[in-house]
Nanobody, 123 residues
Framework: VQLQASGGGLVQAGDSLTLSCAASGRDAGNYAVGWFRRAPGKEREFVAATTWSGRNSYYADSAKGRFNISRDNVDNTVYLQMGSLKPGDTGVYYC?????????????????WGQGTLVTVSS
């Protein structure tokens, strides 16, 4: 499975931004997909994940109420809609495909990773 993340950019605090993760390859639509981010000088952290059906979604506390993850299994694309952005949301955002049915917050539960897209939120 190959993943292509896009949609990052420079925005101001309070703005919204939608990231996309396009998956290709065999069985690309049959796995959970997660979003992670790595802020400057920090370790990679979980942001959100959705099961392969899209019926269940999980969020980090920092994302709850502001971010929404969704997927289009026709296009094999997963979206991360981010609202009320804060400078603390700045970082490189990565999408990843889970191992089996895993859709949790541990990065070790994901087997394929995209190249990342940079989000910068200015104050």
């Amino acid at each position: 499975v190959q993943l292509q993340a896009s949609g990052g950019g420079l925005v101001q605090a309070g703005d919204s931004l939608t990231l996309s993760c396009a998956a290709s390859g065999r069985d690309a639509g049959n796995y959970a997909v997660g979003w992670f981010r790595r802020a400057p000088g920090k370790e990679r952290e979980f942001v959100a994940a959705t099961t392969w059906s899209g019926r269940n979604s999980y969020y980090a506390d920092s994302a709850k109420g502001r971010f929404n993850i969704s997927r289009d299994n026709v296009d094999n694309t997963v979206y991360l809609q981010m609202g009320s952005l804060k400078p603390g949301d700045t970082g490189v955002y990565y999408c990843a495909v889970g191992r089996g049915s895993y859709a949790g917050s541990s990065s070790s539960g994901y087997q394929y990773w995209g190249q990342g897209t940079l989000v910068t939120v200015s104050s």
